[in-house]
C-alpha cells in the first residue's frame, strides 16, 4: 500500500488501473485513493492493507496531511476517491463544494493531550503549566483540526499561550517533541500512543471540551467510485473500529 504525505498537483488524470472489475462477488479491484488526515496515517496504512486483504486486486493508496489542506486539493482538483477528516468543517468544505457523494459518516472521535518526551521533565501536569516561562510548546495552526480543538481547549481554560511554532498537521507538532526542539505539543492520544516509545501523554480535563469528530465520504468525481464506496464501508466496519480503538480513537 502506498503511502504519499503531501498531495501538491491538483488536477490530474486518473490511470487506466484505477477501475473495478465488475465482478459479481462483491469485492473490487484497482486502486483507491484516500486523502486522510495525518492523525490517521497508522490507522489507515492498516486497515489500507486489510482492505487489500480482502479485496484481492485491489490497492489503496493514502494521501495524508492536514484535513484543510487535503480538503482545498480535492476541490481544486485532485483526483481522490475518499476524504477522511479530522473535524466537520472541513468536510463541510468538501461538501458545500458539492464534491462528496452521499452524506458524511462520522466513523471515530479523537481528544487532546499533551506530548512530552519520555519521562516528563518539565513537569508538565496541565495546559497552564504550558504557559510558564521558557517552556517551549508547539500546536497546530488554528485552521486545521487539531489547532482549532486546542483554541477551544485552552480558552475553556483560561489559558493564553503563545507557542513557538504553529504547524500545518498534528504530526508536525509532534515531531517538535520528538526532536527535542519544544518541551510539550497539543497533539491527539492517538497520536501520542503511536510515539510511545519517544513521548508520552499528559491528560487534561478540559479535553473534554474539544473532542473532535472524524466524517468519512466517498467522492463524487471519485475515478473508482465502487472502491470508494467500498473502502468507506470497510473503515465503519467491525475490523476496522477495532484498529481504531486500538490506536487511541473512540467509537463514533
Known amino acids: 500500500m502506498a503511502v504519499v504525505m503531501a498531495l501538491t498537483v491538483a488536477g ?3 490511470g ?14 484497482g486502486t483507491v485513493t484516500v486523502f486522510a488526515a495525518a492523525s490517521l496515517t497508522e490507522s489507515f496504512r492498516r486497515i489500507g492493507e486489510d482492505f487489500e486483504a480482502a479485496n484481492p486486486g485491489s490497492a489503496v493508496t ?10 482545498n486539493q480535492i476541490n481544486q482538483g485532485a483526483p481522490a476517491d475518499v476524504f477522511a477528516s479530522a473535524a466537520p468543517a472541513n468536510m463541510a468544505t468538501v461538501t458545500e ?3 462528496a457523494d452521499g452524506t ?3 466513523f471515530a472521535r479523537n481528544q487532546l493531550v499533551i506530548a512530552v518526551p519520555r519521562g516528563n521533565p518539565g513537569g508538565v501536569t496541565g495546559l497552564a503549566d504550558l504557559s510558564r516561562p521558557g517552556v517551549k510548546v508547539a500546536r ?7 489547532g482549532a480543538a486546542a483554541r477551544t481547549a485552552l480558552d475553556t481554560a483560561g489559558v493564553a499561550l503563545t507557542p513557538v511554532t504553529l504547524e500545518q498537521d498534528v504530526r508536525g507538532a509532534l515531531a517538535k517533541v520528538k526532536l527535542g526542539e519544544v518541551d510539550a505539543a497539543v497533539v491527539y492520544r492517538s497520536d501520542v500512543r503511536a510515539a510511545s516509545a519517544d513521548v508520552t501523554a499528559v491528560e487534561f480535563p478540559e479535553s473534554a471540551r474539544a473532542v473532535n469528530d472524524y466524517p468519512i465520504v466517498a467522492l463524487k468525481d471519485a475515478p ?3 472502491g470508494a464506496r467500498a473502502f468507506v464501508a470497510y473503515v ?7 484498529v481504531l480503538a486500538e490506536a487511541g480513537f473512540q467509537a463514533p
Not at 17 to 28: K, P
Not at 62 to 71: C, E, H, I, Q, Y
Not at 236 to 242: F, K, L
Open 224 to 226: 473508482n467510485p465502487a
Open 12 to 14: 490530474c488524470g486518473a
Open 16 to 29: 487506466d488501473d484505477r477501475a473495478t472489475d465488475g465482478s459479481g462477488d462483491g469485492r473490487v479491484t
Open 97 to 99: 463544494a458539492g464534491n
Open 236 to 242: 465503519r466496519s467491525e475490523p476496522a473500529q477495532a
Open 62 to 71: 493514502l494521501n495524508v496531511a492536514g484535513s484543510s489542506a487535503l480538503a
Open 140 to 146: 497546530c495552526a488554528d485552521q486545521v483540526p487539531c
Open 104 to 106: 458524511p459518516a462520522t
